[in-house]
């Protein structure tokens, strides 16, 4: 657009602004202001706004972070021995299994490397980017195997009262294998972890882990199972002492580990009884050999498993802690 001058005549046209102008202007202005020794060059920063992090994991933080590990039986042969890490050049780096098998972000991974947390092949790990086989790699963080197959199944079971402690009945009588029919009948492989009488109710553990069910069902294991016992008669205090003593049966003796005498009314005594014991109806045995015959039981842990508040005859899930436990619990 043209523009007049003081005396009206024509002036020059002025130039439109272009982004070559522009371009023109900032290397001007930023040469003047590196040779003023002011120039700062900006910190980049990440898509999202925020600082980029480092490229070397946080010590620290992972020695706080979180273990979503979820425990496994084992990563190999069951008698494999851990004598030190075996890496492959051709495997999966650590940080992207240890991601797969959720226990926490590639991130978060590398983190808990670096502070030492993680084990392979018996062997603490702390440099990045190692390369093993999953499949026969032993992975622990904390000292806890992680599982990597995910068809592990651990769940919990509030067995109802008259119910059969089977996968199936020839009598037509309801089992633990109409709970979970729909399981099985979608591929699922499951067993129950020991077995309750039908006139006892709690809880009851049911997986596809045979090495896990052996161990908690052995008895050189000592898995504790606690019990609810309302007994016949008014018990004295001594009772506790008697059964943790011994009682001789006819299958051999048997001792409880801990008794409380948790209510006694109206002819009735209400006992919690903790034994590691795995015989056939073994707290009824016991309490009719004290002259005090059971009347109700209820299981309500086997080991450090509590059945809480669930509904008879309901499934659950185990969690990653409660199944961590329980390998803890039988060495695995």
Known sequence: MATAGRDGAPGPRKRPRTDKNRSEKNRTEKNRAEKAGT????????????????????????????????????????????????????????????AQAGVASRRGAEEMIAAGRVEVDGEIATEQGLRIDPDTAIIRVDGARVIIDETRQYLALNKPKGWQSTMSDDQGRPCVGDIVAERVMAGQRLFHVGRLDADTEGLLLLTNDGELAHRLMHPSYEVPKTYLATVKGEVPRSIARTLREGVELDDGPVAADKVTVMDVHEGQSLLRITLHEGRNRVVRRLMDAVGFPVVGLV??????????????????????????????????
């Open 39 to 98: 120039s700062k060059t900006p910190k980049k920063t990440h898509r999202k706004g925020q600082p980029r992090r480092s490229a070397t994991p946080d010590v620290e933080t992972g020695r706080v972070r979180l273990n979503n590990a979820r425990p496994a039986r084992h990563q190999g042969p069951a008698d494999a021995e851990e004598s030190g890490a075996t890496y492959v050049a051709d495997g999966v780096r650590l940080q992207k299994v240890l």
């Open 299 to 332: 299981r309500t842990h086997v080991g450090s498993v509590a059945l809480g508040e669930q509904r008879p005859g309901s499934l659950r899930v185990l969690g990653r802690d409660e199944v961590g436990a329980l390998y803890k619990a039988v060495g695995l």
